[in-house]
């Protein structure tokens, strides 16, 4: 009998013991997980690369937060929400800049998506990014002072591989002109080559679609006094009815040196997509540090704060850690 209870008391020893080290080894991979994640803006000069250096920044520097695993990010610049969307879809980067109206085709596997198969419907919405708007640039004593001014003149345009281009197209559409015969049009390849352009004589207008205030704008209107350029509203009322996510906007008065003046514009906002291959706990935690260290973000790059009012139905689902936070914060209902 005491051999039997011997025995009872041996097994119950082990089985306690081994439940124990398996607790602790379980707790020691949580608390030494770490996931090393690329996050892709778009170039070096517009604003979506400004605030995700922040957000690396901040996550970089308060990840782990207790009880998360800890979290590494590195800013790769990219080529545009189109590419990004295509990488995501691909399982490339983990997080990327991407547009509503890109997004909801690439979802639902539509046109050039529909190679990808069920892949896109993998696409999940992180956060909103920033407000983008078509931006129109001429030097101040240069020939383009009006928009009716433009026709006939030295067009810097965006590269119609850029999936922001969409917009400007839409404008030109909306005026009545082809750039290809109304205006001496350059596509250029990058943001910062139509500043270039603009900055060296070599065009006389510009047309950007990006975020602002951006880098890019920023420097070339601090060494050259240059103006905005308004949008009539009605010919941007028109262009904004070619997508579901675009609006007629207005772009506030000093956002750049010596524009005390608002003016029209057509806006969108994009987002940061991931996927589902991004684990709950890891979109969770990224979506706290960047709202709980928010003032810190703000004083690195003002815009990295458009977010909080900019949430809404980007024709995707949100990811279930993101959604899970945004619902806690109260900034999504």
């Known amino acids: ?90 399982g490339e980067i983990d997080i990327g800049l991407s547009s509503p109206n890109i997004a909801r085709d690439a979802f639902a596997a539509k046109g050039d998506w529909a190679k990808f198969g069920d892949r896109g419907k993998e696409l999940r919405v992180l956060f909103p990014a920033t407000i983008m708007a078509a931006q129109i640039y001429s030097l101040w004593e240069g020939s383009v002072k009006t928009f009716e001014d433009i026709k006939g003149k030295r067009l810097g345009e965006m590269s119609k591989a850029m999936s922001m281009q969409k917009v400007n197209a839409a404008i030109w559409k909306a005026t009545g002109w082809d750039p290809d015969k109304d205006m001496k049009t350059t596509y250029y390849s990058t943001l910062e080559a139509q500043l270039d352009a603009l900055r060296d004589g070599h065009a006389d207008v510009i047309i950007q679609t990006q975020g602002y205030p951006s880098t890019g704008p920023m420097e070339l209107f601090t060494i050259k006094h240059c103006r905005v350029i308004s949008i009539p509203l009605e010919i941007a009322k028109n262009a904004a009815g070619e997508d579901i996510s675009w609006y007629p906007s207005s772009m506030p008065a000093n956002i750049y040196p010596k524009q005390d003046y608002s003016v029209n514009t057509v806006g969108l906002v994009l987002f940061w997509g991931t996927t589902t291959r991004l684990p709950n706990e890891v979109a969770y935690e990224i979506c706290k540090v960047v709202h709980q260290y928010y003032k810190e973000g703000v004083e690195m790059f003002k815009p990295f704060g458009q977010f909080t009012d900019l949430f809404k139905d980007f024709g995707v689902p949100y990811h279930p850690g993101a959604e899970k936070y945004w619902k806690e914060s109260g900034l999504m209902k």
């Open 1 to 90: 009998m005491k051999k039997n209870g011997m025995v009872f008391f041996l097994i119950v020893f082990f089985l306690v013991g081994g439940m124990i080290l398996i607790q602790n080894v379980q707790a020691q991979q949580t608390k030494s997980a770490q996931y090393n994640l690329t996050w892709v803006p778009t170039g070096t000069s517009g604003t979506t690369y400004g605030v995700a250096v922040a957000v690396a920044t901040l996550i970089n520097k308060y990840s782990p937060l207790p009880g998360l695993p800890k979290l590494q990010m590195s800013v790769v610049p990219g080529k545009g929400s189109t590419a990004h969307t295509a990488q995501l879809v691909r």
